[in-house]
């Protein structure tokens, strides 16, 4: 119960003070402590799956910049569009979107022949809940201001 209690603290202090890109940063780590602690990682399981789960994760960053840069942009101009530009706009969607579940598809391949699929699912509920627990603080801490 005391971790959940520094985790809450860590929430706020990093959601309520400094800058954007140490704000992802602190988030990065209070995210891998909460993983790791969800998920009981030892320490043979942990070398084991940072690597595979840092390395999805940057790979699906790179999907969202691109969803983000290449079409949400131009979304909020879609009046302005061409039928023909929409097409293309709506047809690249569908290939991030595509391009997205393949990525999580081979992600959680991988990541169960390095921790057991009981703890693969544990990682999607963490994940959700660390999400979840994220935006309750923020929320909480933009209403106080």
Do not use: C
Not at 90 to 95: I, K, T, V
Not at 100 to 117: A, H, Q, R, Y
Not at 119 to 139: A, V
Request: glycine letters at 2%.
């Amino acid at each position: 119960m005391n971790k959940y209690i520094i985790i809450i603290f860590l929430f706020v202090t990093t959601l309520s003070f400094g800058q954007r890109n140490q704000d992802w940063d602190k988030i990065n780590t209070l995210k891998i402590a909460f993983i790791t602690e969800k998920l009981s990682l030892n320490t043979k399981e942990a070398q084991e799956f940072w690597p595979v789960y840092n390395e999805y994760q940057e790979k699906r960053n790179i999907l969202r910049r691109k969803s983000h840069e290449q079409i949400r942009g131009k979304m909020k101009d879609a009046d302005a569009l061409t039928e023909k530009e929409a097409e293309k706009l709506l047809a690249l969607h569908m290939q991030i979107e595509a391009e997205e579940e393949v990525l999580d598809n081979n992600f959680l391949k991988n990541v169960s022949k390095v921790i057991s699929s009981k703890k693969t699912l544990l990682l999607l509920r963490s994940e959700e809940e660390f999400k979840r627990q994220l935006m309750k603080q923020y929320r909480q801490n933009k209403g106080g201001r």
